[in-house]
């Protein structure tokens, strides 16, 4: 069974596995984003992030931005965006989006939508913990539209 182009896990990500979900023949360009724990945040040094989500809501928001960038990039033929949750170590793997094409032409651009636009819609929030204390933060910028009708 094929996986899932967008989806949300708590198993560790690989970045090969997110770009073999991108099949088609006629690839000839693949462009990623990988995001990675870091070990200091706003000059504090991080121990681990957790990262919950709702995740029918989330992969529903991660398919839109794929929607979203196949109309707006037209020769972009796959998107694949792949989010963990749970507990995370400095080093670990939260990310990977994957975009493909023909050409590369416009893959640069598509991937860098791709991740600003998770952070604005996307319902997952992030728990940071330092060595002086821990923040649950949302990194989304904007209601989604069904909390908007609400």
Known sequence: MAQK????TSEPLSVD???ARLRRPTAGAVTTFVGLV??????????????EA??????RELRRIGDEIRQRWT??????I???IGRLQVGETIVVI???SPHRHELFEA???AIDRLKEIVPIWKREVWADGSEWRSERRQPLEDEALA
């Open 5 to 8: 182009p967008f989806a949300i």
């Open 17 to 19: 596995d997110v770009v």
């Open 38 to 51: 870091r070990g200091v945040t706003e000059g504090r040094q991080t121990l681990y992030l957790e990262y």
């Open 54 to 59: 709702y995740p029918e809501m989330a992969e």
């Open 75 to 80: 020769t972009v033929e796959e998107v694949a």
């Open 82 to 84: 792949v989010h963990r």
């Open 98 to 100: 994957a975009v493909s």
């Open 111 to 113: 991937t860098h939508y």
